[in-house]
C-alpha cells in the first residue's frame, strides 16, 4: 500500500529493546482495564515488553511478584470487567523519597524506563516527582552499590505518560475522564428505577451521587433525568434557596408532576462553604412541604459494574496514544497525559493540567465560583448553562414575547435520545418568548395537519423515554410539498426544527429547494442528527448511537461469555446501520471483536479465508473463543449466512460456528446518559440559533430567509459543536449508500486490527503534537460533546 508523504505512519515507530510498566493507581474506575489492555497490546504490537505493576504504587515500592511482563493473552476477557483487575491502592511509601527510591531500583531491575499510569490528579503527581527525581535516585542507588554506573547511563531517564481514570471528572485538560460515563450509567439506571416507584406513591427522592469536590456527575445525571433542583459544589445555591426550592416543588405538584427528584453532590455546599446535607434537603421539604420524602445514597454502586462502550472505545484510543507517546518522547519532553478534547485524543502536559485542577479547588475555597465553573472547561460550563436554561421555568410575566411560532418533528426510524431533544427544544423556546408547536409522524403528520400547540408541562419526563414520542416515518416532503406549504401558512410557521437521521437532511434539502417556489419555506430551518447508524455527513456523532453501541456490546458481552464456556467457538454478529460500518467498527472495538466486515472497506475471500487462519491460530491459545462483526450491507454475496457457512466449513474440527442477527434490539430501550445529554445540549443550542436568526430575517412584519447559511445541519465536528449550511454538505455526501464520503471513525479501525493481533498500518499524523491547556477558549468553539 503507498503511503502519501503527508501523512505519519507509527510502523516507524519501533519499541524494540524499551520495557513499558503499566499501573493504575488511585481509586478504581470502570475502563481502567480496557486502558491496560490497550496499553499492554499495543506495547507487545511494536515490540517493547510490557509489565504489570500490581497494586498500584504499592507494588511497585515492593518489587518481587508485584512487577510482572504480560503476555498478549494475560490481557483477554479484561475488557469488560469494572474496576482494575491489576488492582490498585493508595501508598504512604511513595510519598517519602525512600520508598521512590526502592521503587526506582525495582524497575532498574527490570530495565524499565517507561512508565504509564491511569489514575486521578494525586497519582499523575506522583508519577511526574518520580520523573523529575529520577536521575537523583539512580546516583543514590549507585552510591549505595545497588546498581553500577552502566545502569545508570542505560536508564538515565524516565518517561511519564498519564491517563486520567476517574469516575469523577475533576480533571483539567480532558473533557471525558475514564470511568465517567459508566458512573452516569449507574445512577441512571437508579434515577430510572426510583422514579417508577416515586411516582407510584407521588413521592420526593433526595439522591447524593460522588464526586468529591466535583459536581459533574451531578449536574450531568440532573441533566439526563430533568431533576427538579440539583446542588452542586462549583454554584452553590443563593441565600434564601429553601424557600426558592420548596416554591419549585409545590408548583410541579400542582402542575400535575407525581414526583420529585433532587439531586446532590457529596460535595455540595452553601454560599457560607457549609455542606449541605441529603437530610438536611429531606427535613426541610417534609417539614415545609409535608411530602412523603427519601433519601438514597448510591455511594461505590457508581463506581461499579461493567464499563459503558463510551468508556471501553475512550481508554483503549487512550491507551494506543499513550505507548505511541512514550515511543516519541525524549529525555526533555514534559511528562504528559493523554486526553479527549471534543472527539479528538490530544496530549497535554501533564503538570499544566494539575496546576489548573488545583487552581479549580483554589477558587472554590476563595468562594469565587464563576472562576471556578469557567476553570473546569467548556464541557462543564455547557452543562451548567443548559441546565438552568431548562431547570427553572419563568414566570408568564417575565418571559420575553417574540409572536413566533417553531414547530418540531421528528423524521426517520427511532433514535433513543430524540426525546430529550424535543424536550429541550420545547423549553428552551418557551423560555426564548416562542410559542412551540409540535408535529407527530414526521412529514406524514405535517402534510395531514397533525400539529399542535405544545407546552412546558407537555414535555416532563420525556429525556430517560426511548424511541420517539412524538412519532416519526420516513416519508420525505417533496411529494406532498404544497399542502406542507399549506399548513405552514395555516398554522404560521416561523421556523422548523428536525431531528432525524439520513432522511432529515434530505426532507431539508427538499424544504431549501422549494424556497423558490413557495415562500413559507423562507423561513429557518435546523435540523440535528439523530440514528443509530451515525451516518449522516456533517457531524462526528448522532443522537442514539451510543445507546446502540452500549444495546451490541452488552450482547457481544454475553456471547462472549456463553463461548467462554464451551471453549473453541466463533461468533458470527450482524448488526444494523446500512451502508453505514459505525456500528459494527466502533462496536468491534468496545467489545474485543477480531474482525467487522462493513461496505466502506471492502473484503474478499481472501481476506475472509486469513481472518479464519487467524482465529485458528488464536483456538491454539488460552483465548479459546472469537467474534466477528458484519455490518448488514457489507456486502451483497458474502452475506452473514454464506461467512457462517464458509467459516464453519473451514474451521471443521479447530472450532464451531454460531451466528446472531441483532436487528431492532439495536435500537435500545432507554436512551443511555450520553445520548439524554447529548440531545438535550444540541437541541439547546439550536434554539437559540433559531431566535437569533428569526430576529435577523424578521422585516416589515413578516420572517423571511432564504440564504443558504438559514437552513442548516448542526453537528460535532472533531472539536466543536457547528451550524453547517446543508446545500454545503451535499457534495460531502455519498446519497447512493446514504453515507458521508469521508467518515472519521474509519482511523479506528486499524485500532481494533492491532488489538486483535493483525498487522496493520495506522496513521498517526493526528496525534504526536504536544498542546497546551487553553483557558476560556473563545465562545464560538464549543467543545462540549457530553
Not at 386 to 410: D, I, M
Request: contains cysteine; hydrophobic residues 40%; charged residues 25%.
Amino acid at each position: 500500500m503507498a503511503q502519501p508523504d503527508n501523512k505519519k505512519f507509527f510502523e516507524n515507530l519501533s519499541g524494540a529493546g524499551k520495557a513499558i510498566g503499566v499501573l493504575t493507581s488511585g481509586g478504581d474506575a470502570q475502563g481502567m482495564n480496557a486502558a491496560v489492555r490497550a496499553v499492554v497490546r499495543m506495547g507487545i504490537y511494536v515490540g517493547a515488553k510490557v509489565y504489570f505493576v500490581h497494586e498500584g504504587y504499592q507494588g511497585m515500592v515492593d518489587g518481587g511478584d508485584n512487577i510482572k511482563e504480560a503476555s498478549w493473552e494475560s490481557v483477554s476477557s479484561m475488557l469488560q470487567v469494572g474496576g482494575t483487575v491489576i488492582g490498585s491502592a493508595r501508598c504512604k511509601e511513595f510519598r517519602a523519597r525512600e520508598g521512590r527510591l526502592k521503587a526506582a531500583y525495582n524497575l532498574v531491575q527490570r530495565g524499565i524506563t517507561n512508565l504509564c499510569v491511569i489514575g486521578g490528579d494525586g497519582s499523575l503527581t506522583g508519577a511526574n516527582l518520580f520523573r523529575e527525581e529520577w536521575s537523583s535516585l539512580l546516583e543514590d542507588l549507585l552510591q549505595q552499590g545497588l546498581i553500577d554506573s552502566e545502569a545508570v547511563q542505560k536508564y538515565s531517564a524516565l518517561h511519564i505518560v498519564g491517563m486520567v481514570g476517574s469516575i469523577d471528572n475533576d480533571f483539567c485538560g480532558t473533557d471525558m475522564t475514564i470511568g465517567t460515563d459508566s458512573a452516569l450509567h449507574r445512577i441512571i439506571e437508579v434515577v430510572d428505577a426510583i422514579m417508577t416507584t416515586a411516582q407510584s406513591h407521588q413521592r420526593t427522592f433526595v439522591l447524593e451521587v460522588m464526586g468529591r469536590h466535583c459536581g459533574y456527575l451531578a449536574l450531568v445525571s440532573a441533566l439526563a433525568c430533568g431533576a427538579d433542583w440539583v446542588f452542586i459544589p462549583e454554584m452553590p445555591p443563593e441565600d434564601g434557596w429553601e424557600e426558592q426550592m420548596c416554591q419549585k416543588l409545590s408548583e410541579n405538584r400542582a402542575g400535575k408532576k407525581r414526583l420529585n427528584i433532587i439531586i446532590v453532590a457529596e460535595g455540595a455546599i452553601d454560599s457560607k462553604n457549609k455542606p449541605i446535607t441529603t437530610d438536611h434537603i429531606k427535613d426541610l421539604v417534609v417539614r415545609c412541604l409535608g411530602f412523603d420524602t427519601r433519601v438514597t445514597i448510591l455511594g461505590h454502586v457508581q463506581r461499579g459494574g461493567t464499563p459503558s462502550a463510551f468508556d471501553r472505545i475512550l481508554a483503549s484510543r487512550m491507551g494506543v496514544e499513550a505507548v505511541l507517546a512514550l515511543l516519541e518522547t525524549t529525555a526533555n519532553t514534559p511528562a504528559c497525559v493523554v486526553s479527549l478534547c471534543g472527539n479528538q485524543a490530544v496530549r497535554l502536559p501533564l503538570m499544566e493540567c494539575v496546576q489548573m485542577t488545583q487552581e479549580v479547588q483554589k477558587a472554590m475555597d476563595e468562594g469565587k465560583f464563576e472562576e471556578a465553573v469557567r476553570l473546569r472547561g467548556r464541557s462543564f460550563e455547557n452543562n451548567l448553562n443548559t441546565y438552568k436554561l431548562l431547570a427553572h421555568r419563568k414566570p408568564e410575566c417575565e418571559l420575553p414575547k417574540s409572536s413566533f411560532n417553531v414547530a418540531v418533528l421528528n423524521v426517520g426510524a427511532p433514535a433513543a435520545g430524540m426525546n430529550a431533544a424535543v424536550r429541550a427544544a420545547v423549553r428552551v423556546g418557551i423560555s426564548e418568548g416562542h410559542t412551540m408547536f409540535a408535529v407527530s409522524d414526521g412529514f406524514e403528520g405535517f402534510y395531514k395537519g397533525q400539529i399542535k400547540e405544545i407546552k412546558w408541562g407537555d414535555v416532563g419526563g420525556w429525556t430517560g423515554q426511548g424511541g420517539s414520542l412524538l412519532g416519526t416515518k420516513r416519508t420525505l416532503p417533496a411529494k406532498h410539498i404544497d399542502k406542507i406549504a399549506e399548513q405552514m401558512r395555516a398554522n404560521n410557521i416561523n421556523a422548523l426544527l428536525v431531528i432525524g437521521g439520513f432522511e432529515a437532511l434530505e426532507s431539508l434539502l427538499q424544504l431549501y429547494e422549494a424556497r423558490a417556489v413557495y415562500e413559507e419555506f423562507c423561513v429557518p430551518l435546523c435540523m440535528l442528527p439523530a440514528t443509530i447508524s451515525n451516518n449522516v455527513p456533517g457531524t462526528d456523532l448522532s443522537i442514539g448511537a451510543d445507546t446502540a453501541l452500549n444495546a451490541i456490546v452488552e450482547t457481544c458481552d454475553r456471547i462472549k461469555q456463553s463461548a467462554s464456556g464451551t471453549k473453541r467457538r466463533v461468533f458470527i454478529i450482524e448488526t444494523m446501520g446500512g451502508y453505514c460500518g459505525y456500528l459494527a467498527s466502533v462496536g468491534g472495538l468496545a467489545a474485543g471483536a477480531d474482525a467487522a466486515y462493513i461496505y466502506e472497506e471492502p473484503f474478499d475471500i481472501r481476506d475472509l479465508q486469513a481472518n479464519v487462519e487467524h482465529l485458528t491460530e488464536k483456538m491454539k491459545t488460552s483465548i479459546q473463543r472469537g467474534l466477528v462483526l458484519r455490518n448488514e450491507n457489507s456486502n451483497d454475496n458474502y452475506t452473514t449466512d454464506f461467512i457462517y457457512q464458509l467459516y464453519s466449513e473451514e474451521g471443521r474440527g479447530v472450532f464451531d460456528c454460531r451466528k446472531n442477527v441483532l436487528g431492532h434490539m439495536q435500537q435500545g430501550g432507554a436512551p443511555s446518559p450520553f445520548d439524554r445529554n447529548f440531545g438535550t445540549k444540541i437541541a439547546a443550542k439550536a434554539m437559540q440559533w433559531i431566535s437569533k436568526k428569526l430576529k435577523e430575517s424578521y422585516r416589515q412584519g413578516r420572517v423571511f430567509a432564504n440564504t443558504e447559511d438559514s437552513c442548516c445541519l448542526l453537528g460535532m465536528r472533531r472539536r466543536a459543536l457547528v451550524f453547517q449550511p446543508v446545500v454545503q454538505l451535499k457534495d460531502q455526501t455519498d446519497f447512493v449508500h446514504r453515507i458521508p464520503k469521508e467518515q472519521w471513525w474509519l482511523k479506528l479501525r486499524p485500532l481494533m486490527k492491532i488489538l486483535a493481533k493483525y498487522k496493520t498500518s495506522y496513521d498517526v499524523s493526528d496525534s504526536g503534537q504536544l498542546e497546551h491547556v487553553v483557558r476560556n477558549r473563545p465562545k464560538e468553539a464549543d467543545t462540549s460533546t457530553l
